[in-house]
């Protein structure tokens, strides 16, 4: 079993940044595969960004590309997602999810390929 916890969350004004981080406990492994999803009030959860095990292949959502990167600390079991740039339409909870790798190199968009989730971190985006 895996556990994540995300922190980091907050209301930020339209054009600033936040710093989401997800720490993993229990089973953790280098070998995971680790993304970022979110969920706005009334819509469905959506892919945000996945990187592969080995942090080499990172894979972004066509919103949030060239704004949001995400990394992460396979010593400290941390996946990191800086948010730039953020726009109202940010405005969501946010969830980190892990799911063991068949490769090295590969990442997962969709949330059904994933096993693991944290509770989520609110993000407020004001205008």
């Known amino acids: 079993q895996v556990q994540l916890v995300e922190s980091g969350g907050g209301l930020v004004q339209a054009g600033g940044s936040l710093r989401l981080s997800c720490a993993a406990s229990?089973?953790?492994?280098?070998?995971?595969?680790r993304g970022w999803f979110r969920q706005a009030p009334g819509k469905e959860r959506e892919f945000v960004a996945a990187i592969s095990a080995s942090p080499t292949n990172t894979y972004y959502a066509s919103s949030v590309k060239g704004r949001f990167t995400i990394s992460r600390d396979n010593a400290k079991n941390t996946v990191d997602l800086q948010m730039n740039s953020l726009k109202p339409e940010d405005t969501a909870v946010y969830y980190c999810a892990a799911r063991q790798a068949l490769n090295p190199y590969t990442t997962y968009s969709r949330s059904d390929d994933y096993n693991y989730w944290g509770q989520g971190t609110q993000v407020t985006v004001s205008s």
């Open positions: 229990g089973r953790t492994s280098s070998s995971y595969v």
